[in-house]
């Protein structure tokens, strides 16, 4: 296939060349840019790694007066707030994903939309300053206490909503957390959705399936990798929110397993303490935290963008 | 067995309706939280006032212009560079190994944790300088702008037809004119849709100013400087147990949604009119 990208050199060669290079440069940048991150926290970070071994990852400790530093706390509740808010913002997002392209009245879908690609532009520290102010008190004094009376006392789960009503905490992150990554979800699903080919819609149609067998058995399944990768862009995105955690987590560094009680994430560790670490092992620890941090969200991130090609070549095939 | 099937799909669609009707709650809840308590708080002292000790009146007048000069600094880095490499990756390198990496190693940077950036400033350029500064402020913002710059500018230059290259072509003129003079002039909404909706993120970005930038409670014009700003702001006195604090805070955080929203809306309509 000629393209006019395969033009051949004219007499403006010495011009052409330079400007080639230039945009080339400002892509290795790009690229230099991230290695050059995860090199430089990893850098930062040796003198933890070095110092506790693994036992910076599976340690309960994390005492700058003794020196200790185990980062168990923060990375569980790290993974325990994404993985909550992700429960609840799946659901939803599928749903307002489906509304969107399929159930509201045309004239709606736009606005409707907008509002929704909206809650993703707000800034965290909003998300944050709303969620200590207005959503933990709220939590506080309606959800809590019935979650505490009700689910409690049940056996294995109830261990989840043991301790007192206030407010911050695992449960309140997980859900600001899933507010934050419902329009990354959802915009992603709508957009999957849209670009389901209509003439597979249109034979269940004709089949007489109803909306939600068209759903569930033609769109869904249709979708599966990009809706997966949409999920995993949520993760990524929840993993690394770090503003709005840090307001209602609480920054407390006990490992607590039920959801009311206050606890710690890597990012908000990070905000909380980075600019008092005084010690030179302090503030490794945190940049290790980082570290992993990156290492993880990268890997999520990767694998969503996988899923998302995956979805692009089946597209390339079917047409 | 048809009314089971009808009785499912009325309540998919009730699911999916009360799950928008969800969605919704929230964004009108926290914008109603910060229309009322800003409102409440907003004065003339805000833009002409330095930010107060604890226990005085005050504004924010010096957080408003540290953000400023910040976010523009950021913005002239920024945005000549994501221009170059999406060019790259829609132009000059497509199809290339270089462009298919970067374009994937820019997607994971756009969805990066940004206090992780924060922290790489850190050690790139406050650690060795020994100071925070309004400069390594600006290069974080920068560095946060860069891959949405790149990523718009990369599809903004593949929706222009191809048929513009191969007439530009025809006509003898050089490559880089044809990129520089008329490619970039029939992208130039879509460039500058993605610059704008990137200077509304970075103008809310608040975890990679926290060991950049750090904060200054008093006037300076100076980059090499801690800059005051309005995100780093509103995250200590919304921390802190004073009232005038919080107050303040909400003022900030209401100028802040307000600028935010209203140049997300503007861009995204003025967008959708291009289009038609």
């Given amino acids: 296939m000629t393209t006019p990208h395969d033009a051949p050199p004219r007499s403006g060669a010495g011009a052409d060349r330079a400007f080639e290079l230039a945009t080339a440069g400002a892509a290795w940048f790009v690229l230099i ?48 707030t994404s993985f909550l808010a992700l429960i609840l913002a799946v659901p939803v997002s599928i749903g307002i994903a489906l509304f969107l392209t399929d159930i509201a009245p045309r004239w709606m879908r736009g606005p409707i939309g907008i509002a929704i690609e909206l809650l993703a532009a707000i800034p965290s520290i909003i998300y944050g300053m709303w969620g200590l102010f207005v959503f933990a008190p709220f939590m506080a004094a309606h959800v809590q206490p019935w979650l505490r009376d009700h689910l409690g006392s049940l056996p294995v789960i109830g261990a989840a909503f043991t301790g007192p009503p206030i407010g911050i905490g695992l449960l309140t992150a997980s859900i600001v957390l899933a507010i934050m990554v419902i329009p990354f979800i959802s915009t992603v699903a709508r957009g999957v959705f849209n670009a389901v080919p209509a003439h597979l819609k249109e034979a269940a149609v004709a089949l007489g ?35 709005a955690v840090t307001f209602v987590l609480g920054n407390a560094h006990d490992l607590s397993f039920s959801l009311l009680m206050p606890s710690n994430s890597i990012a908000a560790a990070i905000a909380n303490e980075f600019t008092e670490a005084d010690t030179e092992l302090y503030r490794s620890s945190l940049i290790a935290l980082a570290f992993l941090l990156f290492v993880v969200t990268f890997l999520v991130l990767t694998a969503a963008k996988l899923m998302l090609m995956r979805m692009g070549r089946l597209q390339g095939r079917t047409h | 067995m ?106 994971v940077l756009l969805s990066a944790p940004s206090i992780v ?78 610059v704008l909706l990137g200077l509304a993120r970075i103008a809310g970005e608040t975890a990679p100013l926290l060991f950049t930038a750090l904060n200054n409670q008093f006037w300076s014009a100076s980059l090499a400087e801690p800059l005051a700003n309005l995100p780093v702001v509103i995250f200590q006195y919304a921390m802190s147990p004073y009232d005038q604090w ?23 309509l003025c967008a959708r009119g291009a289009r038609k």
């Fill in chain 1, 33 to 80: 840019l991230l290695g050059a991150t995860a090199a430089s926290m990893a850098w930062g970070g040796r003198l933890a790694f070095e110092t506790f071994g693994w036992g910076f990852i599976s340690g309960r400790d994390w005492d700058a007066v003794g020196g200790r530093f185990g980062a168990l706390v923060p990375i569980y509740g790290t993974l325990v």
């Fill in chain 1, 209 to 243: 399936s109803t909306r939600w067998e068209i759903l569930s058995r033609v769109t869904l399944p249709y979708t599966r990798s990009a809706i997966i990768g949409a999920i995993f862009l949520g993760l990524g995105r929840a993993l690394g929110e770090t503003m």
């Fill in chain 2, 2 to 107: 048809l009314l089971r099937r009808k009785f499912a799909d009325l309540l998919a669609r009730a699911f999916a309706a009360a799950a928008t009707l969800f969605g919704l709650t929230w964004l009108v809840w926290i914008l109603w939280t910060t229309l009322s308590e800003g409102a409440a708080a907003l004065s003339p002292r805000l833009f002409a006032a330095m930010t107060p000790p604890p226990g005085e009146t005050g504004g924010l007048l010096n957080a408003f212009y540290g953000s400023a000069v910040m976010v523009l600094l950021a913005l002239a880095i920024g945005t000549p560079i994501g221009i170059a490499a999406g060019t790259y990756l829609a132009e000059h390198g497509r199809h290339s190994r270089l462009a298919a990496a970067a374009g994937f190693i820019n997607d």
């Fill in chain 2, 117 to 194: 950036i924060g922290l790489f400033i850190y050690e790139l350029v406050v650690r060795p300088s020994g100071h925070f500064s309004g400069f390594a402020g600006a290069l974080a913002l920068a560095m946060i702008l860069l891959p949405i710059v790149v990523r718009t500018t990369d599809e903004a230059l593949r929706l222009v037809p191809n048929t513009m290259r191969e007439a530009a072509f025809a006509l003898g003129i050089p490559r880089w004119r044809v990129t520089a003079r008329i490619l970039y002039k029939a992208a130039l909404s879509g460039i500058l849709t993605g």
């Fill in chain 2, 246 to 268: 919080h107050a303040l805070a909400w003022a900030g955080a209401f100028v802040l949604t307000a600028f935010v929203l209203g140049l997300n809306l503007l861009v995204r």
